[in-house]
């Protein structure tokens, strides 16, 4: 049946939102120079990422349409895939997916189930900087500089274990470094 092998590529992410920001803060013209030396000539910049998550393919783990291929699909007992909202990290990293929904196709066939039928984990992310700019004389300027990488701290949850006959099918044993 190939129509069960047409969907987003392995790589797909449908939606994806960049945000940037670069706030220069004043000058502080009016005070004296000392106070402008310390409170003036800083710039604040972030750069916030969000993207959903990639397909996946759930596969049986095993050649059950005994093409010498493994790796087949799984077969799709109807049902929803998706687990409640609302669970915290830990329980979505120990069962991402319903699992109960999907199982092993009979010897001699293919599953039901579908390529690209699940997405993955979504990431975010939040870099942010802080510059401070000196100006020594007329042509030459000093930078100090501050960069913040997953300024957060934000763990982003890999893709979980596709495999059916694996003991970890629907578990989560990696991370992303972010969108």
């Known amino acids: 049946n190939h129509k069960t092998n047409r969907g987003p590529s392995d790589f ?11 706030w220069e803060m004043p000058q502080f ?3 004296p120079r000392a106070a402008r030396a310390v409170l003036g000539g800083w710039q604040s910049n972030v750069i916030f990422s969000a993207q959903t998550g990639v397909p996946l393919t759930i596969r049986s783990g095993v050649d059950t349409n005994v093409d010498g291929i493994g790796g087949d699909f799984a077969d799709y007992n109807g049902g929803e895939w998706r687990m409640p909202s609302g669970r915290s990290k830990e329980e979505q990293i120990k069962k991402w997916f319903n699992t109960s929904v999907f199982s092993i196709p009979q010897t001699g066939f293919q599953g039901t189930g579908r390529r690209g039928q ?4 979504g ?9 401070k700019n000196i100006q020594l004389r007329e042509r030459a300027r000093l930078q100090l500089r501050g960069e ?15 495999s059916v006959n694996s003991t970890a099918f629907g578990e ?3 991370t992303n470094g972010g969108p």
Do not use: W
């Open 29 to 31: 013209s009016n005070l």
């Open 118 to 121: 699940l997405r993955a984990p």
């Open 172 to 174: 989560i044993s990696s």
């Open 12 to 22: 797909d992410v449908s939606q994806r939102l960049v945000v940037s920001g670069v």
């Open 123 to 131: 990431d975010y992310n939040v870099d942010y900087s802080l510059f």
């Open 148 to 162: 913040f990488f997953n300024f957060l701290n934000h763990a982003n949850l890999g893709s979980p274990n596709t």
